[in-house]
């Protein structure tokens, strides 16, 4: 049987925890061949304690937090302003769906995406760089790929997927 998992808004209490995990994660879905000074740049510059707080402080964004007897396991962070291509129907972007690798498999991901649906609408889209795991994860949900994202990252084109969302309620 699976234990509670407990869902809640961020607070600026978990903005250092918050900023761990990101960078725990990151480097272990993208540095697959070690930690290069462009991705350490990277995760320091983007996932810290202030960024963090700038998020959770942001009205157009949430951060939901999934954890168990206080330790966190997850987070998903969406943007009600960001649209697909400008296309409103396509929802607000889920921008992150961090999961701890130590709790895959136990519905920590799709508590999270329902719980963002129940607060902001069905609708959402995001993108994934086409190498994740996570793709197989965002297929067997039923989220439809839409189309393919790329963009540079010192001097390397990332290509990503995108995908919208179905209703998972």
């Known amino acids: 049987m699976k234990a509670s998992i407990n869902i809640r808004d961020a607070t600026h209490l978990d903005a250092t925890t918050l900023a761990v995990l990101s960078i725990q994660v990151w480097l272990t879905t993208y540095a697959k061949e070690g930690v290069k000074t462009e991705y350490a740049d990277f995760v320091i510059n983007t996932f810290n304690t202030s960024s963090i707080l700038n998020d959770i402080n942001n009205p157009e964004k949430i951060i939901l937090v999934a954890e168990q007897a206080g330790v966190l396991q997850g987070y998903l962070l969406a943007n009600k302003k960001s649209h697909y291509q400008g296309q409103p129907e396509f929802g607000y972007e889920v921008e992150r769906l961090y999961v701890d690798a130590k709790f895959k498999g136990l519905g920590i991901g799709k508590a999270l995406l329902q719980r963002v649906q129940k607060e902001f609408g069905s609708n959402f889209w995001l993108y994934t760089w086409v190498e994740n795991d996570a793709n197989g994860f965002y297929?067997?949900?039923?989220?439809?790929?839409?189309?393919?994202?790329?963009?540079?990252?010192?001097?390397?084109?990332?290509?990503?997927?995108?995908?919208?969302?179905?209703?998972?309620?």
């Open 139 to 169: 297929q067997h949900l039923g989220l439809s790929n839409i189309g393919q994202f790329v963009f540079n990252f010192h001097d390397a084109k990332i290509h990503n997927w995108v995908y919208s969302s179905t209703k998972l309620l």
